[in-house]
């Protein structure tokens, strides 16, 4: 068995392959069978704070519909009062946290300077083991500018770190006009690692029905390119650790990403098609590719970032040319 | 040990059930009105996990009904355990059975009791006495109280008296009056409970009980040699029980310093005139006493706590020598006796005493009736009855507080008189249900009481509507204990919390001269003033009011509280009312804000300040103009048209008048026109449909929908358009070969409640602009006058003929007049549209039995009625009985219309000779399924009574009288799942057993959604309701089995959101079998925690998702060799939880349990895989499998 040891947001971690955040991992049961298949980690799903806000205002609008409004009935549900804040989520980290040895992740996506605080305070008494703030920040409003968006990543960042003690990973999309830079700048303001990229959810329209489609599509490996491009870039360059997201479908894109430089790779779109299952046949398979060539992962880890290459152009203007021209159509 | 005890505010209510839930170990209950709240509170609590006084938490068990929770009491009580149970009217009716035998077994339980009146005339869910009454044979002691704080600590009295005694109490206090009335008391410390609570009873009472260990024989039977005997045994435990009372409210007084007699006596110790009464009304008359006293009057109030077993000697030392007159007034109703029962009772009594010797001379006594259905009994009233006792010849057996023009039994009071309380604040609110006011309200009583230290009482009155409805709020303030149970009449403060109301109430009718008036108004200070009727601007000037404004749904968006008004419109009346000081109100409502809102942070506490702040910067004061300018008046409430009756009654009743109605102008019998609520035109949504005829496909799916009869269409020859309004729409009818026929969808949108079920229901949209569909909710306020216009020309188009429109689509449906429309019920109501379908289809020859529950209230409950009349005069004929009986009452109207009918054909052939036979033949083999067939009927039936009218003979008289029932009558027996599944289902069970052509439908909300939803047997697996306030665990009954089983049933399960055309198809099939049918239909609700406005989605799911397969069971199909089941929906495409958790009843509990949410979850998904695989064998069945049918 091949030492496969790597460690990301400081965190000691047996293997590199993380469970990202989603519906699977709200359930105690999958995180459970996530340990057992090997993960090295698992990220909670995000608390979104407006999500939380509304839930709640939907339910108390719910709850007291109709109440004091008629003589015979002062309410219509009984008065069980709904756990305004991330409660399941905070449940969901207290008990994951007894029930498995690998680190838990907590995933936050705040709106208000104060929710950004309260919720990070929140899931870090909760017990867990870092925070991934999940800045989802579409600035849809044309008068932003490219400073405003990056100094609105840097304030959450500063603020966060000021009230929490555990390790702070910033999940960002790939949509800055210097990509390379803000990671730089966010690394020297203290992020203690990165998630790239975050998949902003595109809207679609229906011709049938003229509607907007908001569904969700899973990542496919066709998509590791971007975040291969820039994680390959920026490996060896950080203070913080670097996680791979988008398009892991199989063990050759978690190779893929640990020879540009990650030091963990996430997974959810395969766990959501495979079923959490799934995670053995990764970690297995990272196991064997490594096992064939007789090599431990930090053998191999960033063997191919930019800065470990001798032709470093490969990530570069040049290649793209090299590439165009050798397009053939088939 | 004494000393005062922590102060607090409640209702009465919650202050009962404060005590008897410490004092309980099993406790049987059942929803009623005014009492489920104890109810509630004891499930909730138990819930919860807290305690009673011996550290367990007590056994709450719901039961099917009040006569199921009184046997369970019974027998709980007979295994030894502290049990007890909550009721009113109808329901302690129900218990009476085991009452006499709980008594009988001298078996010590208290039973507390809202008192309500009974059903008679007329159901009512407001407090008088007569439910007690009822209850006075029974054995039971009857401890009355007469305020919150009386019922509080008479529930413990009671408990310990009953315990010392062996003889069972019914502890009762004032329906609403009292359960509902919030105000200050002081609670009693559990340390001071347990010490009322001998341990030693508790073990000799649970030594009583049953025990193999210790076996022995209890309820034999007797014989005439020794029952006699045997019941003359609890003489001497009966005689003791005043003593065993008096001792414990001596103890009490000892603990609490609150000192209570038998017979609470307050007044001149040598009165000359004294008032003796039971109940909250005390409090009237004792404050009143005083006020004459101060006057200089010798008169005196003697409350009567415990009135059974009624302890003479002790009234007679409570009531002074020196009285000459006494008045009994009474909260009940004996009709034909001497008087009333505390009557007869005082009477007997002074009379022995006089005989005796005991007292020196009889003084005269005279008895009347008040408060008859929480009917108000102020100063005024008590003060006549002083007057009155003072005259040489006092008048007996009289009312108060009514206009008795027949048989003159009122008093006329004098309603100059008060009480002079200076130190009182008084606050009357008008707000609708939606608005917040009413909980606003509670929350600034408890602000004021609790934190401010001052003593508050909040007393809030609703109309009968579930939507729109109007409450008003009567909130008082003071440094003194406030004893005033009735309603302000004089306010210093009045807040319309809603506009309109200016258009509708006459808002001032409550302002005493120099009050202050906030208006919640959406014109500013320029404009506000031309706003206001003229009477209005009248009656300020007149007053001398000081008029504040606010916006308040402005101010709330701009200071960061949208929505919530109630909020706003708080601070306003902390800050303006004199209630406090205004500095000291605002830190107050801060000091509260803080207290709600610490846990979510700084941030949101600075922000609520800051609203406070910046709302009192946003009230302005209007400078009174020194004349009214306004050039128009409160409209009037019913048009001109409308019926003398309407005019007199029901328009008085709709303005809030009713009280002023005077006894002739009511029906002796409870016989009220129907389709009132045409004249309502309430107006309450500010979002209306508006059609699209350019989009819209006809295809009649809104109209099917709508929970309020509110969108009608017509087709109708295009020349019919000359003279249309030019607002008017109409649009090619979409049918091929009738060019020059035009369709016109009209929405009657004063009477909508803006519930968009509609816009959710249609399945067109613009091409080109997908949002708009062909019907669209938009601001009501433009389209006001216009739709007016085309309303009126609506409906002088001529009505769609119902034998040429095709019933069996649901695209025909929409040309059938509904004759069911404008209820009051919640807006976009799960329940109505199928009442409306069953009107449209049926409604001209239909009978309704109407269980009690939500359809009873919208269907029945005055100023209005909602169930209509065609323009031939016809329509459904209504009523209703009670709760538990529905079945059996509408089998009745069956066996009635059976034997009428069977009556009719033998008197019919009997003058066959002289009416004709062919006729008479064709009348009575006439097929009557189809609507041509059902029409081409009525005409033979016409012709015969031409042809009677011109007999001159008895046989012809008599069949005249029954003829109409040639007329195949449509009996439909209507109901929720509370009665279907609970209270009722051995009548329903039987009546299915009948072979009878009566129809069953069950308005399925899967709660007791009347009474604010509580669970029943219909309530699902995992779903959280009131009495199951951790999540059902057991899944709902499959009532549709259970008929199916009968083989005769005609049985469907329907769900209009999931597919309105199997609906319509069950509801054809269903009528035209000719045995007892029954249909379960979907509803959904209010008590389902969703955006009703979703309803239908949620119908569509829960049926997708397979939780509510859609079938028919049809036993012609048996008949015909064919399978009888047909499951009408697909195979599940989702899973539950995609239906579920869109709901709050599912949702809290996967937050608050979420372990056990997941394993109800689990086992509801696999209930509903294995329910729906036996259906789909059923459906694959050979006929032969079934059971065969044989319909009467």
Known sequence: MPDMSTTHLGLALRNPLIASASPLTADLGNIRALEDAGAAAVVLPSVFEEQIEQETAEHEAALWAGAESVAEASSFLPAISWRSGPGLVLETIRRAREAVDIPVIASLNGTTAAGWLDYATALEQAGASAIELNVYFVPADPSLTGGDVEAHYLDVLRAVKRVVRVPVAMKLGPYFSAPGDMVRTLDAAGADGFVLFNRFYQPDIDLVTLRVQRDLVLSTPAEIRLPLLWIGVLAGSLRGSLAASTGVESVDEVVKYLLVGADAVMTTSALLRHGVGHMATLVDGLAAWLDARGANLADIKASMSRARLRDPGAYERANYIRILQGWRPG | MSGQGRRATMDGNTAVAHVAYR??????????????????????????????????????????????????????????????????????????????????ELTATVFHVAARALATQALSIFGDHTDVMAARGTGFALLSSGSVQEAHDLALVAQAATLASRVPFLHFFDGFRTSHEVNTLELIEDSQIRAMVDDDLVRAHRVRGLDPERPFVRGTAHNPDTFFQARETSNSYYAAVPGHVQAAMDRLAGMTGRQYHLFEYAGDADAERVIVLMGSGAETARETAAELRRRGERVGVLQVHLFRPFAAAAFLAALPASVRAVAVLEQTKEPGAAGEPLYQDVVATLAQAVATGARATMPRVVGGRYGLSSKDFPPPLVKTVFDELAKQQPRTGFTLGIIDDVTHTHLDPDLTFRLDKPWLVEAVFYGLGADGTVGANKNSVKIIAEDAGLHAQGYFVYDSHKSGAQTVSHLRFGPNPIHMPYLIRQAGFVACHQFSFVERVDLLRLAAPGATLLLNSPYGLEEVWDRLPRSMQHRIIELGLRVFVIDASHAAQSVGLRGRTNTILQTCFFAISGVLPKDEAIHEIKKAIEKTYARKGAEVVRRNFQAVDETLALLHELPVPRHASSSWER?????????????????????????????????????????????????????????EPGICIQCGQCGF?????????????????????????????????????????????????????????????????????????????????????????????????????????????????????????????????????????????????????????????????????????????????????????????????????????????????????????????????????????????AELVRRLRALDEADARQLLSVVDYFVRRSVWIVGGDGWAYDIGYGGLDHVLSTARDVNILVLDTEVYSNTGGQASKATPLGAVAKFAAAGKRVARKD??????????????????????????????????????????????????????????????????TGYWPLFRYNPAMREAGANPFRLDSARPTLKFRDYAYNEVRYKVLAQSRPDDAAALLRAAQQAIDEKYRLYEDMAGWAHTRFHPAEPA
């Open chain 2, 1039 to 1104: 009532l549709a089995l259970q008929a199916i089983a009968y083989g005769n049933v005609y049985v469907a399960q329907v769900a209009m959101g999931g597919n309105p055309q199997q609906t319509l198809l069950a509801f054809r099939e269903a009528e035209a079998w000719p045995g007892p049918s029954l249909i379960l239909a979907y509803c959904h609700c209010i008590a389902h925690g969703i955006d009703m406005q979703q309803g239908l989605r949620q119908q569509d799911l829960a049926v997708a």
């Open chain 2, 705 to 941: 929908v709508c929970p309020h009869g509110v969108i009608r269409a017509k087709y109708y020859d295009e020349s019919r358009l000359e003279g249309a309004p030019r607002s008017f729409r109409s649009a090619p009818i979409n049918v091929r070969g009738f060019p020059d026929v035009r369709f016109t969808l009209q929405i009657y949108i004063e009477d909508c409640t803006g519930c968009g079920l509609c816009t959710e229901a249609c399945p067109a949209h613009s091409l080109l602009a997908p949002e708009t569909k062909a019907i669209n909710l938009r601001d009501k306020l433009p389209l006001v006058q216009p739709e007016r216009d085309n309303l009126a020309f609506f409906e002088a188009l001529p009505i769609n003929d119902r034998a040429r429109v095709n019933f069996a689509e649901v695209r025909g449906v929409q040309f059938l007049e509904p004759l069911f429309a404008f209820s009051g019920a919640c807006g976009g109501c799960g329940e109505t549209p199928y009442l409306k379908l069953l009107s449209q289809l049926f409604g001209d020859r239909m009978l309704v039995a109407n269980a009690t529950g939500c359809s009873s209230i919208y269907g029945g409950n005055l100023p209005v009625t909602p169930w209509m009349v065609n323009a031939e005069g016809r329509g459904p004929a209504w009523s209703n009985s009670l709760f538990e009986d529905n079945a059996e009452f509408g089998l009745g109207f069956r066996l009635a219309a059976d034997k009428h009918l069977e009556t009719a054909s033998l008197l019919a052939q009997r003058l066959a000779p002289k009416l004709g036979e062919e006729l008479v033949q064709a009348v009575l083999n006439a097929p009557q399924i189809g609507e041509s067939e059902i029409r081409a009927q009525r005409a033979l039936v």
């Open chain 2, 635 to 691: 409209p009037p409430l019913v048009p001109d048209s409308a019926s003398e009756f309407v005019h007199r009654v029901t328009a008085r009743m709709m303005e809030g008048l009713g009280d002023d109605i005077p006894v002739s102008l009511m029906p002796v019998d409870g016989t009220f026109p129907s389709g009132t609520a045409a004249y309502e035109k309430r107006n309450i949504a500010d979002f209306v449909p508006v059609w």
């Open chain 2, 23 to 104: 004092t309980t170990e099993v406790c049987a209950i059942f929803p009623i009105t005014p009492s489920s709240t104890m109810a509630e509170l004891a499930d909730q609590w138990a819930s919860e996990g807290l305690t009673n006084i011996w550290g367990g938490v007590p056994v709450v068990q719901e039961m099917q009904s009040e006569g199921g929770a009184a046997g369970a009491v019974h027998g709980a009580l007979q295994t030894g355990a502290m049990t007890t149970t909550f009721t009113a009217s109808q329901g302690l009716m129900l218990m009476l059975p085991n009452m006499y035998k709980i008594a009988g």
